[in-house]
């Protein structure tokens, strides 16, 4: 199946407003297209964490918030980028285990377990994309 | 922002509704609140209703249990009441322990818990 970009917008984060901002916006899309209250929330969570991330972590970026749909699914794909230090050691912050960037991992596996699919692109330098989709069930 | 979060005196505790959404200068704000009304008021229990929250992230959720541990430093006991039922579910699947705060499942029930708490309290000082 060859997945379809039904809608597509995009949201800076310079701001903690902004986090709050893209976190109404993906509220308000994950209930339009037919996410019940549990998968909404999921989502909505995932998308807080990657937004605080991207503006704590990475000194601000973007969200590109998409209605996806692949065969008869349909979901929402959310893409942060920011323009941050990057990450070194990609697994060793999934595991969420060391103390100075505790609220990084934890955020990051915790959006992990949220969603259906889960990219990270990140080395030092670089900045890091985080690309999440979910389809609508929980 | 300081206020921007109402906290109530009902009978020994301090009640408190989370009716906005957290950013770092309302929370920062709410627990200088929190812990200045427990000073003034000699509150022995806490209840915090997040009932509605649609959404606790894990910066939301450890602003909640650090206010939780703040005010169990000075003494007063902290109830979580109200979480919605997507958010106990999302906090789980995320791995996220809420350490250090007791939760009841509403208003009621957190005060009633505070009460129980004191009462097991009061006998062992007596005994």
């Known amino acids: 199946m060859t997945l379809r970009v039904e809608s597509s917008a995009e949201y800076p984060i310079v701001r903690e407003a902004d986090v709050i901002d893209v976190r109404r916006r993906v509220r308000k899309l994950a209930q339009e297209r037919g996410f019940d209250t549990f998968a909404t929330a999921a989502l909505t969570t995932g998308a807080s964490e990657l937004a605080r991330n991207a503006w704590v972590h990475g000194g601000g970026g973007e969200a590109r918030v998409e209605e996806v749909a692949d065969g008869l699914r349909r979901g929402v794909r959310l893409t942060f980028r920011d323009r941050g230090p990057g990450i070194a050691d990609i697994e060793r912050v999934l595991a969420g285990g060391f103390s100075t960037i505790r609220s990084l991992g934890l955020g990051l596996s915790g959006t992990r377990r949220l969603v259906d699919e889960f990219e990270i692109d990140s080395s030092p330098g670089r900045g890091t994309v985080v690309v999440v989709t979910k389809w609508t069930r929980f | ?127």
């Not at chain 2, 921007?4 to 505790?13: D, E, H």
């Open chain 2, 1 to 127: 922002m300081r206020g921007a979060i109402p906290i109530l005196r009902v009978g020994p505790n301090l009640l408190t509704t989370v009716h906005v959404e957290l950013d770092d200068n309302i929370a920062d704000a709410f627990q200088q609140d929190v812990l200045q009304a427990i000073e003034r008021t000699g509150a022995k229990g806490l209840v915090i209703d997040i009932s509605s929250l649609d959404e606790v992230d894990t910066y939301v959720a450890r602003v909640l249990a650090d206010t939780g541990r703040m005010a169990g430093l000075m003494g007063a006991r902290t109830v979580l009441v109200g979480m919605r039922p997507e958010v106990a579910a999302t906090l789980v699947r995320m791995g996220y322990a809420m350490e250090g705060v007791e939760t009841a499942l509403d208003v009621d029930d957190g005060i009633a818990l505070l009460a129980v708490r004191r009462s097991v309290a009061g006998a062992k000082d007596t005994a």
